[in-house]
C-alpha cells in the first residue's frame, strides 16, 4: 500500500515537472549574454542570434531581454518565429509571453499559414493556446486567389477561416468586394458574406448581398437578399444561386428586374439569367410594368417572361408566352404568346390574340401594334381580322376583313383601312325628343332609337371614328350594301360569320399585376 501511494505521487511529480517543462520558455542560442537589471528585476540581455524554443515553436531574434523569472521575453531587430511545420512569422518587434503563449508582435509583420496564406500587418497578436491571430491596426491577407484587407481581422489557424471588419476590400482577377464584415477559408478558398458586401466585376457589373457564401474554386455561390447591376439591367431578389464559371444566374423570391434602355420592370417569383447568351427567365407570377408616357403605364402579365439582350438592336426582344394579358388606360389584351421587338417599338400577340380599345375589340389570327413616341400609333390585324364594339342599344357594331389597320389619333382610334374581303354590319341610331312627366314637371329628353341595319360587303374598305365609334365608312371596289329597316331585320341577319363577344374575358389591372411587391 505505501508504495502505491509513492508510485502514485512520483507519478504526479514528474507530470507536473514535464507540464512546467513545456510551459517554460528556453532559451537555446545566443552569441553574447550580460545580465542586467529592470524595475528591480533581473533579466539576461541576449545579442547576436539568439534562439529560445518553447514546444514545437521556435523565436529567431537578433537581440532580446529574458525576463526568466516571469517566462517572458522582448526580442528584437529581425524577428522570426516558426510553429511546427505549417506556421512562419517575421516582423521587427515582439513581446513574448509564455505563461499566457501570446506574442504581440510589431512592424513590419508578415505571418504564414504555410501553402495556404499571408497576413500583412504592423500589429498582431498572436494567441498560440487559441491557435488564433488577431490584427486591429489595418492588415492584408494574400494567398493565390485573393487580396483582403481591412482594419481588424482575426485568422483562425485550425480552421483556416479568416474573418475580416471594418472597410473590407477584398480583389482577385474578376471582381472587386466592398463589406463591413467577411470572412474567408484560406483552405477551401470560400468567402462568407456576414454584412451588406457590394462587389463590382471587371465589366462593370455591379451586386450587392446581405447574407451568403461564394466559393472562389468552384465559382459558384448562394446568397441571400441582395441586387445586381449589369449595364443594361438591375436584378433583385431575396435568394441567389450564381455559376461564375459558365456565367448562370438565379434569383428566387420577389424577383425584380429592371430594364435601364426600356425603362421597364419585370417582376416574377422566380429568375434565370444566362450572361453568356444574354438571355433572362422571369416566372411565376411574372409580370412586366413598361412606362410609355408620364401619364400611363403597359402592364403585362404571362406564365414566362424572357428578355433578349444583344449588341445588334435588331435581335433585342422580349418574349411572354402562355396565358399573356396586357393593361393599359387605352388598351387591354389576351394571347397565348407575345414579342416585343425593342429597336422599333413593335407588340406582336399570336395564338387567339384578342385586343380592346375603348369600346371596340378587335380579333385575328395575329395580331400586331406599333408604338410611336410611347403611344399606339397603329395595330395591324392579320388574316381573319374582325372589330366588334356595341352600341347604346346593346346592337353589335362590326367589320370583318382579312387584313386590317388600325390608325390611332390623341391616344383614340381614328380610322380602319380593310384590304379584302371586307364586310361590315353597322346599326343607324337616331336620337328623338319625348315629352315625359317627371316630378311633376314636364320635360323633353332624348330618346334614342334603332332606324335600321347597314349591311355592306366590299373588298376594300375605310371605317372613320369619331371619340371611338364608327363615325362613317368609304367603300372601294364593287361595294354591295344594303340597308335593312328593323321591321324586316332577321336575327340572323345582325351577325357576320365568325362573330364573337368576349367582353367577360377583358383583364381588369388586378387580373395583371399579380401581387403586391417591394419596389
Known amino acids: 500500500m505505501r508504495n502505491t501511494l509513492f508510485l502514485s505521487v512520483l507519478l504526479l511529480f514528474v507530470v507536473f515537472t514535464e507540464a512546467q517543462s513545456q510551459r517554460r520558455v528556453k532559451l537555446k542560442q545566443?552569441?553574447?549574454?550580460?545580465?542586467?537589471?529592470?524595475?528591480?528585476?533581473?533579466?539576461?540581455r541576449l545579442v547576436g542570434n539568439v534562439v529560445f524554443v518553447q514546444n514545437k515553436t521556435t523565436i529567431y531574434c537578433d537581440s532580446a531581454h529574458y525576463f526568466k523569472s516571469d517566462n517572458r521575453i522582448e526580442a528584437?531587430?529581425?524577428?522570426?518565429?516558426?510553429?511546427?511545420?505549417?506556421?512562419?512569422?517575421?516582423?521587427?518587434?515582439?513581446?513574448?509571453?509564455?505563461?499566457?503563449?501570446?506574442?504581440?508582435?510589431?512592424?513590419?509583420v508578415v505571418f504564414t499559414k504555410l501553402g495556404l496564406a499571408t497576413l500583412y500587418t504592423d500589429y498582431l497578436d498572436y494567441y498560440r493556446n487559441q491557435n488564433e491571430a488577431r490584427y486591429f491596426n489595418g492588415g492584408k491577407l494574400v494567398d493565390s486567389t485573393n487580396v483582403l484587407t481591412s482594419k481588424k481581422g482575426y485568422y483562425d489557424i485550425n480552421t483556416n477561416l479568416a474573418s475580416f471588419k471594418r472597410d473590407v476590400v477584398g480583389v482577385n482577377e474578376e471582381y472587386t468586394m466592398n463589406s463591413d464584415t467577411l470572412q474567408y477559408n484560406s483552405k477551401t478558398k470560400i468567402i462568407f458574406f456576414r454584412?451588406?458586401?457590394?462587389?463590382?466585376?471587371?465589366?462593370?457589373g455591379v451586386a450587392v448581398y446581405e447574407n451568403g457564401f461564394y466559393d472562389t474554386n468552384k465559382k459558384l455561390s448562394s446568397l441571400y437578399y441582395g441586387e445586381i447591376e449589369?449595364?443594361?439591367?438591375?436584378?433583385?431578389?431575396?435568394?441567389?444561386?450564381?455559376?461564375?464559371?459558365?456565367k448562370t444566374y438565379k434569383a428566387k423570391g420577389k424577383v425584380v428586374m429592371t430594364s435601364k434602355e426600356e425603362n421597364m420592370i419585370i417582376y416574377g417569383d422566380d429568375g434565370d439569367y444566362d450572361r453568356l447568351k444574354g438571355i433572362t427567365k422571369v416566372y411565376g407570377n411574372a409580370y412586366l410594368a413598361k412606362i410609355t408616357d408620364q401619364a400611363d403605364t403597359l402592364f403585362l402579365s404571362a406564365d414566362t417572361l424572357v428578355s433578349?439582350?444583344?449588341?445588334?438592336?435588331?435581335?433585342?426582344?422580349?418574349?411572354?408566352?402562355?396565358?399573356?394579358?396586357?393593361?393599359?388606360?387605352?388598351?387591354?389584351?389576351?394571347?397565348?404568346?407575345?414579342?416585343?421587338?425593342?429597336?422599333?417599338?413593335?407588340?406582336?400577340?399570336?395564338?387567339d390574340p384578342v385586343l380592346w380599345t375603348d369600346e371596340n375589340q378587335m380579333t385575328a389570327d395575329s395580331i400586331r401594334i406599333l408604338i410611336t413616341n410611347k403611344t399606339i400609333d397603329r395595330i395591324f390585324l392579320i388574316n381573319n381580322s374582325f372589330v366588334v364594339s356595341q352600341d347604346s342599344l346593346l346592337h353589335f357594331n362590326q367589320i370583318k376583313g382579312r387584313k386590317m389597320t388600325a390608325l390611332f389619333k390623341d391616344k383614340a382610334i381614328s380610322h380602319v383601312d380593310?384590304?379584302?374581303?371586307?364586310?361590315?354590319?353597322?346599326?343607324?341610331?337616331?336620337?328623338?325628343?319625348?315629352?315625359?312627366?317627371?316630378?311633376?314637371?314636364?320635360?323633353?329628353?332624348p330618346k334614342?332609337?334603332?332606324?335600321?341595319?347597314?349591311?355592306?360587303i366590299c373588298s376594300n374598305m375605310k371605317i372613320n371614328f369619331k371619340?371611338?365609334?364608327?363615325?362613317?365608312?368609304?367603300?372601294?371596289?364593287?361595294?354591295?350594301?344594303?340597308?335593312?329597316?328593323?321591321?324586316?331585320?332577321?336575327?340572323?341577319?345582325?351577325?357576320?360569320?365568325?362573330?364573337?363577344?368576349?367582353?367577360?374575358?377583358?383583364?381588369?389591372?388586378?387580373?395583371?399585376v399579380k401581387s403586391k411587391r417591394d419596389r
Open 30 to 44: 545566443a552569441d553574447n549574454l550580460y545580465g542586467s537589471v529592470k524595475d528591480g528585476k533581473r533579466y539576461d
Open 76 to 108: 528584437f531587430g529581425k524577428i522570426h518565429i516558426t510553429e511546427g511545420d505549417s506556421v512562419d512569422v517575421t516582423s521587427r518587434g515582439l513581446s513574448y509571453d509564455g505563461n499566457q503563449k501570446i506574442a504581440h508582435l510589431r512592424k513590419n
Open 195 to 204: 454584412d451588406r458586401t457590394t462587389i463590382t466585376d471587371k465589366e462593370g
Open 230 to 246: 449589369t449595364p443594361s439591367y438591375k436584378i433583385k431578389g431575396d435568394r441567389y444561386f450564381l455559376n461564375d464559371l459558365n
Open 308 to 351: 433578349v439582350e444583344s449588341a445588334d438592336p435588331m435581335k433585342k426582344k422580349l418574349l411572354a408566352y402562355n396565358n399573356v394579358k396586357i393593361f393599359k388606360s387605352d388598351l387591354r389584351g389576351l394571347a397565348d404568346s407575345l414579342v416585343y421587338m425593342a429597336h422599333d417599338s413593335t407588340l406582336y400577340f399570336f395564338n
Open 418 to 445: 380593310v384590304e379584302g374581303n371586307g364586310e361590315s354590319v353597322y346599326f343607324a341610331l337616331q336620337e328623338t325628343k319625348q315629352g315625359a312627366i317627371k316630378d311633376s314637371v314636364e320635360t323633353t329628353e
Open 448 to 456: 334614342v332609337i334603332m332606324m335600321g341595319m347597314n349591311k355592306i
Open 467 to 512: 371619340e371611338g365609334k364608327v363615325n362613317n365608312i368609304s367603300f372601294y371596289i364593287q361595294p354591295d350594301a344594303s340597308f335593312i329597316p328593323p321591321t324586316e331585320l332577321q336575327e340572323g341577319d345582325k351577325k357576320l360569320r365568325g362573330f364573337t363577344w368576349r367582353i367577360k374575358e377583358k383583364p381588369e389591372k388586378s387580373d395583371v
